[in-house]
């Protein structure tokens, strides 16, 4: 089972908006909303910040937002801040009680 | 305020087996579906398994990349995960994170801080 695919790294300036892509295929990301993303500062564990396609957790930010078209997912950070400067990572489902991960997504804030 | 400590890592000989350990409290234990996910050295994530909670028959499911050589197991009356890993390759090099798995969603809510299994001779 492949690695879903993200790009390697985005980029914005503070108050811009990016938006991180998460390509699969129809056995994962097409077939279920069950798309997830993590983030992930230096050293620290992974945070949840959206899970089925585009609900937030309690607790993050309303500039985190989340959605899909066919085999490929999205995730959108509006606002960028200093603080969102992290990795990222999607995560679906992919039958059969499996998971599979994104490749991962480094965001810099300019 | 839930909580997940990984221990039991460190360094081993390739060939050999190692135990991680997964501590929860916080919340029932019992009740959740728990799960282990690693990261080699400067790479992403990777699922390596999980285990349903009693209420779904506590059974388990693998990556491809550890089936055969890895067993999660868990005692609730402890609140403890484990992770049994034998043969270990040099590829199993990585940190170990236990999480909390939402089962149906299937998402992972809460994440330890991790623990660094080192695979070398």
């Known amino acids: 089972q492949s690695a879903l695919t993200q790009p390697a790294s985005v980029s914005g300036s503070p108050g811009q908006s990016i938006t991180i892509s998460c390509t699969g295929t129809?056995?994962?990301?097409?077939?279920?909303?069950?798309v997830s993303w993590y983030q992930q500062h230096p050293g620290k564990a992974p945070k949840l910040m959206i899970y089925?396609?585009?609900k937030r957790p309690s607790g993050v930010s309303n500039r985190f937002s989340g959605s899909k078209s066919g085999n490929t997912a999205s995730l959108t950070i509006s606002g960028l801040q200093a603080e969102d400067e992290a990795d990222y990572y999607c995560c679906s489902y992919a039958g059969s009680s499996t998971f599979v991960f994104g490749t991962g997504t480094k965001v810099t804030v300019l | 305020e839930v909580q997940l400590v990984e221990s039991g890592g460190g360094l081993v000989q390739p060939g050999r087996s190692l135990r991680l350990s997964c501590t929860a409290s916080g919340f029932t234990f019992g009740d959740y579906a728990m799960s282990w996910v690693r990261q080699a050295p400067g790479k992403g994530l990777e699922w390596v398994g999980f285990?349903?909670?009693?209420?779904?028959?506590?059974?388990?499911e693998y990556a491809a990349s550890v089936k055969g050589r890895f067993t999660i197991s868990r005692d609730d009356s402890k609140s403890i995960a484990y992770l049994q890993m034998n043969s270990l390759k040099t590829e199993d090099t990585a940190v170990y994170y236990c999480s909390r798995l939402l089962f149906r969603p299937y998402y992972f809510d809460y994440w330890g801080q991790g623990t660094l299994v080192t695979v070398s001779s």
């Open positions: 129809s056995s994962d990301v097409g077939s279920y909303n069950l």
């Open positions: 089925e396609v585009s």
């Open positions: 285990i349903r909670s009693k209420a779904y028959g506590g059974t388990t």
